[in-house]
């Protein structure tokens, strides 16, 4: 079942966001044009159940927070991954992160993305294999549903 709270409304997103506007968030829009509005982990999640129970896979995909929004490039790609990240040091203040990765091939192009400054921390290369696979949206498509 498709959650009710799940933001898929530019005018609904709108109110959310004057209400909140300390919140990052990933703009999602899907092949078939509707775009989803993500502000959590579990909101990422419902829509990879949605994906995957309707082979429907993401166009275009952005990070924004307030009116500073970053295009992540999706094309080519068998799969996308979303996960927030904590990177911290002994004696240190940790840094927040939203880790976005391109499933191309077995391989997770990943990018670390200070929030909410939106400024790219790290990036590299990790195995599918070693990612959380409830994090992985696939290109059922390209995959053949194989995950």
């Known amino acids: ?13 709108s109110g959310v966001f004057r209400t909140n506007i300390r919140v990052t968030w990933l703009i999602v829009t899907l092949k078939d044009g509707t775009e989803y509005f993500i502000d959590s982990t579990e909101r990422w999640h419902e829509l990879k159940r949605y994906c995957d129970n309707n082979n429907i896979f993401l166009s275009k ?3 924004q927070f307030k009116s500073h929004r ?34 191309k091939n077995g391989i997770v192009q ?9 400024i790219v921390e790290r990036e590299y290369d990790d195995y ?20």
């Open 61 to 63: 995909l952005s990070i």
């Open 70 to 103: 970053e295009r992540i490039d999706i094309t080519d790609i068998d799969g996308i991954y979303f996960a927030k990240s904590v990177i911290g040091l002994l004696g240190a203040e940790s840094k927040q992160t939203y880790t976005i990765g391109k499933l």
């Open 110 to 118: 990943k990018t670390m993305w200070l929030i909410p400054e939106l």
């Open 128 to 147: 599918e294999s070693s990612c959380f696979k409830e994090s992985i949206i696939y290109d059922q498509k390209k995959t053949n549903g194989k995950e």
């Open 1 to 13: 079942m498709h959650d009710p709270h799940q933001i898929i409304n530019k005018k609904k997103w």
